[in-house]
């Protein structure tokens, strides 16, 4: 995971418990995500502010989001500071599980298209004037088959 802001719930997690749940949720559930970043003070829990409901893991003590059509559970290995400051940083993760539903498992309808994968798209700066625009989020589209 790269770009994780070093003040956050998230990382301090990461950092703590050594283990981490990557979830991949469909777009569909794009604003309860929303939802979980605008709740994420020390007294809340994000997950309750996003209504999804979480499962154990596998093989690491973190919950995964049962939602998620994809759960990867992974050991920390390293943190690397992105930022030199200590504000950005990239964390490196050993896989130790991975969990799929079912109807993604084969074909592209269920795993390329406009309700499945979902991307941050980082905030490109304008090359000219050096000012960062909005980030976007983005999904797959195939265009053709080879």
């Not at 992974?74 to 990239?90: F, H, N, R, V, W």
């Not at 079912?102 to 298209?113: A, F, I, K, P, V």
């Amino acid at each position: 995971m790269g770009n994780l802001y070093q003040h956050t719930h998230t990382y301090e997690n990461i950092q703590r418990e050594k283990c981490f749940c990557i979830n991949f949720l469909p777009i569909s559930y794009y604003d309860k995500l929303v939802d979980t970043i605008n709740h994420n003070d020390y007294e809340a829990e994000e997950f309750s502010a996003g209504k999804f409901t979480l499962i154990n893991a596998k093989t690491i003590h973190p919950p995964m989001i049962q939602e998620a059509f994809i759960n990867i559970e992974c050991t920390l290995k390293e943190t690397q500071d992105l930022s030199g400051a200590g504000i950005t940083s990239m964390i490196i993760g050993q896989v130790q599980h991975i969990s799929v539903e079912e109807e993604y498992t084969q074909g592209y309808e269920n795993r390329y298209g406009k309700n499945v994968f979902m991307m941050l798209v980082p905030a490109p700066q304008d090359l000219k004037t050096g000012k960062p625009n909005q980030s976007a989020i983005t999904t797959i589209n195939t265009e053709k088959y080879d």
